[in-house]
Every structure is written in structure tokens, then in C-alpha cells.
């Protein structure tokens, strides 16, 4: 029997309940912040060697030297060619996807004159470097791949380093396809809090960026934590999440491998079903045990079932809506009859899927909108990576001689208030409009330089 826990909003405890089922503490370790700082600190002093050192040591490959770590641009065009042609075209599709959504995110700059001749506005740039670490070994991920890399291209941003470690020297060839296919400009292979550092700061061979994305373990999560204000970065990772709201009309097996879906990911992540029908929850149980045995994944999903996984009965779909707004999560489905209209009295979530036809999994791969979204709640004050993340706004203003004379003495007074004199007489000097001449030759004491004439 599948261990989950089944909750009901009207038990006496169900706060208490849901506090300890979404708590989840991500900070690291003090071993691991030791651990971490000290690469950060050695890859600052040494660069390169401490970065082939690190290679050897964790990735257990010889580079003949830190030239040796990077894949040069041809060869991910061979992976682009030599992968199966079903493979080339499902990345195509998917990139293809990806990219016409993230067009429709760019900001544009814009500006507006008031009647005096003052001008306002804002200026929107791409940033000029962006790092994109990609989990390697075992752990391939070209759909990683392109949902970092593509939003930055555009952007705009003109060079993308991408970093990958390869255990045992081994390279995913759909990686690299992956890369080539969302136009990464350099690709080095080196992984873990050394290449965030490295990114971070520079070395001989690998470029500084001016913010990291990607995902990655509790040691490069904690590295980007550590460099963040040297470099952006996108955000802290928890594991991932699905939240369904069923109103049980929708097929039972369909639901529990929705849950099923992110439940795979790890031990830690969280797979939650919310619904006011008793007797589809139990339907929705029965499929669980029942289908749990055909995972390639199965003792993973068990276990995140058992571990942080919740089946909860509501009164009504109102309150459905509550609970989804307290929990904020990463993954929200609403499989229910009129999905449009749950969705707009959702507040906080990273991706709200609609329809009993939508699976979460769909977003995860091809459907368009960005799968990196914020998790333990984040959803609360922060949103999906996109287009935006890779820009810059700059602030606009040029004042005409009119209107910096009208400014000048709201400046003086609110800068005087608060004591700050320089301010106050640098707008005072503008303010009746005009700008004084330099003084005529010999009115001012002669240097006896011979240039006063």
C-alpha cells in the first residue's frame, strides 16, 4: 500500500497539518558553505589551475591543460547533425515554441516630452554576458538548455557561456545539440561551486558574467548564493512542485501520474491533489497503487509521495482557491470545468496549467512559457525566468532650461530638509533658466601664466 497523506481543510489540526507539509528548509549547511566558500576563494586566487584541479579531483578526467575544457563550436554542430532525426526535431519544435513566446516578453525603451521641453523615459538594454550552468553527467537536460539560453538570446544578450560538467569525461550529445540549437556562443566543462565561481569571477581561460542562471545541486545552489552582488542571479532553487485542483470529473489515472510527474524529479519534491469530491480522491488512491509499479522511477516517486505528497479534501472550489493562494506553487493545475475562470482568482503561482488536456509536462518541454519557475512559495513575490531577466532599464531624463527652473525649488526644498546643501545649490544654479557666461578676460586674478592676455 502507497503511503500519502490524505488531509481535510475542516480537520482541527489542518493548519498545523499544511505548515508541516510545506515546510522545507533549503538553506545549506555549514559544512557546505565551508566547502563552497573555499572553492570560490581558491578558483579567486588561483583561476585556471584551481579550476583544472577541481576538474580532476570531482570529475574525474585529465584535461591536458584549462584550453582543453572548452568544446569548440563545430562539435556541437556535429551533435546537432548526428543525433536521431526524431530527436533534431522535437528540439526544433520546442525551440522554435520557446522562442515565439519569449518575443512577445522584450520590453522596448520609451520616452514622453512634457509641455516645458522635459524629457522622460526609460532606455531598455540586454545584459552583456550571461552564464547558463546545465546540469551534466547522468543528468541531461537539453530542455534546460533551452529555457535559459533561448530568453537571453532574445534579449539580446551577445554572449552566452554556457558551462556543463562531465563526469567521467562523459558529454550528452543532446546537450550539445540543445546548444547549438539555442545559439550558445562557448561551452567549457566544468561543473559544481567551481564553475559558478569561475563565472563569478573570472579566470585565464573562462569569460566574467554579469549573471548566472541554470539549475544545479545544494553546492552550485549555494555558490550562486555566495556570488550573488558580484554577479545576478535567477533565483534559489527548491524541488520541484505540482499542485492539482480536480473537481472529479477528470480521468483518475490522468491525475496520478500528473502527480507522478513531478514526484519522479527527486525524493524531496512535492505532488499535492486538491479536491471537494471524497470519492474521486479515493479513485485517484486506487490509480497510484495501481500505476506506481510501471515507473521507471518508482522508489523516487514513493517516496516523495510518502515524504511531502498530500491528497486534500476541500468543502468547495472557493476554498480550493484559497488553499492554492496560501501554498503558492511552482506547478498549478486546474482540471476542472471552467479553468479560465479559476485562473483569474489565482494570485500566486509560477505556471497555472487550464484544461483537463493540459499536463504540466507539456510546459516542462515545448509548450512556450518558461519552466524555470519559483518553488517554495517564492510565487509569492516572484515570477517565471524570462525575456526580462536578460535586460536593463536606465532611467531617462533631460530637462529643458524651463523645466529644470521649475524643478529647481521643489529640489532645494526637499534637499535642504534632509541637510543636503550640494543638492540644494546644484538645482538653485538652473533655476532662473539660464545658463551665466564664464567671466571676461582679466576679471578674474591672472595665474602669470601669460594666458590672460
Not at 278 to 307: C, D, H, K, Y
Not at 385 to 411: C, E, H, P
Amino acid at each position: 500500500m502507497i503511503e500519502i497523506q490524505r488531509l481535510t481543510t475542516t480537520d482541527a489540526d489542518f493548519k498545523q497539518q499544511l505548515e508541516a507539509l510545506l515546510a522545507w528548509d533549503s538553506a545549506s549547511d555549514q559544512q557546505v558553505n565551508q566547502t563552497v566558500n573555499g572553492i570560490i576563494a581558491d578558483i579567486r586566487q588561483r583561476g585556471d589551475a584551481a579550476l583544472l584541479e577541481y576538474t580532476r579531483r570531482f570529475d574525474h578526467w585529465e584535461p591536458a591543460d584549462a584550453a582543453a575544457l572548452e568544446i569548440p563550436a563545430d562539435r556541437l554542430e556535429r551533435a546537432w547533425n548526428s543525433i536521431p532525426a526524431k530527436q533534431r526535431d522535437a528540439l526544433a519544435h520546442a525551440t522554435q515554441r520557446i522562442r515565439t513566446y519569449a518575443e512577445r516578453q522584450k520590453m522596448e525603451g520609451w520616452s514622453y516630452t512634457e509641455k516645458d521641453g522635459t524629457l522622460l523615459g526609460q532606455q531598455v538594454t540586454p545584459l552583456d554576458r550571461v552564464g547558463l550552468y546545465v546540469p551534466g553527467g547522468k543528468a541531461a537536460y537539453p530542455s534546460s538548455v533551452l529555457m535559459n539560453a533561448i530568453p537571453a538570446k532574445v534579449a539580446g544578450v551577445p554572449e552566452l557561456i554556457m558551462v556543463v560538467p562531465t563526469p567521467d569525461a562523459e558529454l550528452s550529445l543532446l546537450v550539445l545539440a540543445a546548444a547549438h540549437a539555442a545559439g550558445v556562443d562557448r561551452v567549457f566543462t566544468i561543473g559544481g561551486a567551481q564553475a559558478v565561481a569561475a563565472l563569478a569571477y573570472g579566470t585565464e581561460s573562462i569569460p566574467g558574467v554579469d549573471k548566472i542562471v541554470g539549475p544545479g545541486n545544494i553546492y552550485v545552489a549555494t555558490a550562486k548564493r555566495a556570488v550573488f552582488g558580484q554577479v545576478g542571479i535567477d533565483m534559489i532553487a527548491g524541488p520541484s512542485e505540482i499542485l492539482v485542483v480536480c473537481d472529479g470529473q477528470t480521468n483518475p489515472d490522468w491525475i496520478a501520474m500528473d502527480l507522478f510527474s513531478q514526484a519522479e524529479h527527486d525524493e524531496d519534491a512535492q505532488s499535492i491533489l486538491i479536491s471537494p469530491d471524497a470519492a474521486f480522491i479515493t479513485q485517484v488512491e486506487a490509480s497510484i497503487e495501481r500505476l506506481l509499479p510501471e515507473m521507471g522511477r518508482r522508489q523516487i516517486i514513493e517516496t516523495a509521495l510518502r515524504e511531502r505528497g498530500a491528497l486534500i479534501q476541500v468543502e468547495d472550489l472557493d476554498e480550493a482557491v484559497e488553499l492554492v493562494n496560501t501554498i503558492a506553487p511552482e506547478h498549478l493545475e486546474l482540471s476542472v470545468a471552467d479553468p479560465q475562470l479559476m485562473a483569474k482568482k489565482i494570485r500566486h503561482a509560477g505556471a497555472i496549467f487550464m484544461g483537463r488536456y493540459t499536463a504540466e509536462a507539456l510546459g516542462d518541454y515545448c509548450a512556450g512559457p518558461n519552466h524555470v519557475l519559483p518553488t517554495s512559495r517564492t510565487a509569492r513575490f516572484s515570477s517565471p525566468l524570462g525575456v526580462y531577466d536578460f535586460q536593463k532599464r536606465s532611467s531617462l531624463i533631460m530637462a529643458s532650461a524651463t523645466g529644470a527652473a521649475r524643478l529647481a525649488n521643489t529640489t532645494s526644498v526637499l534637499a535642504r530638509g534632509e541637510g543636503l546643501t550640494a543638492h540644494a545649490r546644484s538645482a538653485e544654479y538652473r533655476s532662473d533658466g539660464t545658463q551665466p557666461t564664464a567671466p571676461p578676460p582679466g576679471d578674474e586674478e591672472c595665474c602669470g601664466n601669460g594666458c590672460c592676455g
